[in-house]
Every structure is written in C-alpha cells, then in structure tokens.
C-alpha cells in the first residue's frame, strides 16, 4: 500500500520530527504567520502537525486517538488564510522538505501533496 510504504520508506518518524521542526523555526521568525499560531503553545503545535503528517503517510494514528477526525478545513476555519498566507507557509514547509535531503522521488510525492494541501487550506 502505497502511504504506508512512504512512512517506511522515509525511515519512519524521525523524518518527520526534522520536517516539522525545521518548518516552525521558520513560522516562528515570520510576521505574518507567526500570530496565527498559539503565543504560548508552539510545542503543541508542532506536535499535532507532526502527529498528522506522520499518520497521513501511513505511521501510527496518534493524531486520530488523540484529535479525533482530521477535518482540516474546519480547524482552520478560525485563521484567515489567503494566498499570502498559503505561499508563507510553503516557503517554510518548502525549506523544511529541502534541508531532509529526501531521495528525488519522494521528495517529489512529499512536496506536491503539501502543495495540494496548502491549495486547499485556503479560507478567504
Ligand atoms: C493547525 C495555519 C496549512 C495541517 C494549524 C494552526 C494554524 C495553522 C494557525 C493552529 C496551530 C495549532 O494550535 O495546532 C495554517 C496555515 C496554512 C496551513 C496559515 C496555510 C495554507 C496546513 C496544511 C496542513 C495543515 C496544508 C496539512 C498538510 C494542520 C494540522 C493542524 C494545523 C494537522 C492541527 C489541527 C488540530 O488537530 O487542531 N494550522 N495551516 N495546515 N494545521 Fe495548518
């Protein structure tokens, strides 16, 4: 199956402890997004992001147990995301899936599908 094959074929969690990481230190430095997220709970943030990834890709489904149902575009009804926001946030989900120096192919089915997310976040 072809997700859960991604998530071994990463190397497991780690991966995503590195892309996750490395995408809020650049959230973090930036002006227009840094507001949207949590002042005190970053942490949690990068937990729950990480937590979903990982379980879309085909790991273990913590986000669920913990989360309930995914329904993305409803969570993120309470942030106004337009294009600026969405091209934000690929430029640093884009360095991060850079910096995991990712065999080309899955680096490829990585990044078009955060594309594909990014496109369909969008609120306003
Ligand atoms: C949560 C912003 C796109 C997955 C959040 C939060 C913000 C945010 C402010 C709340 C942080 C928290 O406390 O958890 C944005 C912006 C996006 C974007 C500005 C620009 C397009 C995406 C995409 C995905 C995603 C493309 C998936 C690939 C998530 C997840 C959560 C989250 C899983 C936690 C949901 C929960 O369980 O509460 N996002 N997001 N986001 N975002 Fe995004």
Known sequence: EQTASFFEAVGGEEIFRRLVHRFYEGVVEDPLLRPLY???????????????????????????????????RMRHAPFVIGEPERDAWLKHMGDAVQSLDLPPELEKQLWDYLVYAAHSMINA
């Open 38 to 72: 949590p002042e005190d709970d970053l942490d949690g943030a990068e937990e729950r992001l990480r937590m979903f990834l990982i379980q879309y890709w085909g790991g273990p489904n913590d986000y669920s147990q913990q989360r309930g149902h995914p329904r993305l």
